[in-house]
């Protein structure tokens, strides 16, 4: 299952869609973090790591468990790993890194495999790889403002993490909340160098890459997001490291058309090009406010159907250019359980996707 997998994924369908009818659209999980602080009702214990300190404690782990469950039976595909935050920092130097790493591969899988047993339908686990503005806890991830750290700084940040990650043998690696226009190339380099020297340990795990943009064209250093998609088609030309590309972390009022950029993009601009898997997870739009630290109310969508419109909309402008490519979606911050269900019904009722 797992080659068939990435066959899709790679949009390689070939001898395989003779065997399965429908388009391949995989539900992502929603906003883990947001929806754990509404679990536990409390801040998390350590800011700079985020949801990921519930990594450390008995209770942060059945935290998490629960999360997946709920996201899972909500209708979700896929789950993200709650490693956002965890990283190699020397602030971090006091934490067992590696074991938390492990441990959120382990928490997630261990959710699946209750809930495919539940139902009968596979469940997969995205391992969860935050930005480098994100391990800074300082906000430089809606900024892209990443100061004097150099290339070879951003691949030594991933290189270790990656290289944990993929001995727990997750589906997917997912590179998320790219601010920075420089990030892809030291992500591409770390993925390349990996496949290069230790091919076995990427094994059928498939990767993606999503950007954090700040309006419905450029990335949040202000980059266009049309100049960034050039570049990785420059240094992976044959989809060899990156399998999927698309947005994650902006308001859903920008989805239609950041995704009709990204389509732009594949049939027009560089159609010659293997296509890549497009990946749609935006956050509920809501602002937050830093005074009060607390969301701004009615900031974002007013229901979970507005959420799921925006999202098939942006599935439709993909289909309309016969795209025979997979297609994620899913939400992140501030959407929930029933943000997915709502979404796990509109796609079934107008796509009819494949259920692995």
Request: proline content about 4%; glycine content about 6%; overall charge negative.
């Amino acid at each position: 299952m797992s080659k068939l997998r990435q066959r899709w994924l790679l949009g390689k369908q070939g001898e395989t869609q003779q065997h399965h009818e429908g388009p391949i659209i995989w539900l992502l999980d929603g906003g883990v973090s947001t929806y754990l602080e509404s679990i536990l009702r409390r801040p998390f214990e350590h800011r700079s790591l985020w949801s990921s300190s519930l990594l450390l404690s008995s209770e942060g782990r059945e935290a998490i468990r629960q999360c997946h469950l709920d996201f899972f039976r909500a209708g979700s595909d896929l789950a993200s790993t709650v490693t956002y935050q965890c990283n190699y920092l020397p602030q971090h130097s006091n934490f067992d890194m590696d074991s938390m790493l492990r441990k959120g591969v382990q928490l997630t899988r261990e959710a699946a495999e209750i809930v495919a047993a539940e139902d009968g339908r596979p469940r997969f686990v995205v391992a969860s790889i935050g930005c480098y503005g994100s391990a800074l806890a300082d906000g430089s991830e809606y900024t892209g403002n990443y100061g004097d750290i150099t290339h070879n700084g951003l691949v030594d940040f991933y290189e270790r993490k990656v290289k944990i990650l993929l001995e727990e043998k997750p589906d997917i690696l997912a590179f998320e909340t790219i601010p920075y226009f420089g990030e892809c190339d030291a992500v591409v380099t770390v993925l390349k160098a990996i496949v290069q020297d230790t091919p076995k340990l990427l094994g059928s795990t498939t990767t993606w890459l999503s950007l954090a943009c700040r309006d419905a064209c450029t990335l949040n250093d202000g980059t266009h997001i049309s100049r960034v998609l050039d570049d990785i088609d420059r240094l992976d030309p044959n989809c060899d490291y990156v399998h999927g590309i698309g947005i994650n972390c902006c308001s859903f009022v920008h989805v239609k058309d950041l995704v009709q950029l990204i389509v732009q993009h594949m049939t027009v601009t560089n159609k010659s090009a293997p296509k890549r898997a497009i990946v749609i997870y935006p956050n509920s739009g809501e602002e937050w406010d830093a005074e009060q630290s607390q969301w701004k109310e009615e900031s974002g969508f007013s229901s979970s159907q507005q959420f799921a419109d925006t999202i098939l909309e942006a599935v439709r402008t993909i289909k309309k250019q016969n795209m025979d490519i997979p297609i994620i979606v899913g939400g992140c911050c501030r959407t929930s359980p029933t943000t997915v269900q709502t979404l796990r019904k509109n796609l079934d009722s107008e796509f009819h996707p494949i259920h692995f």
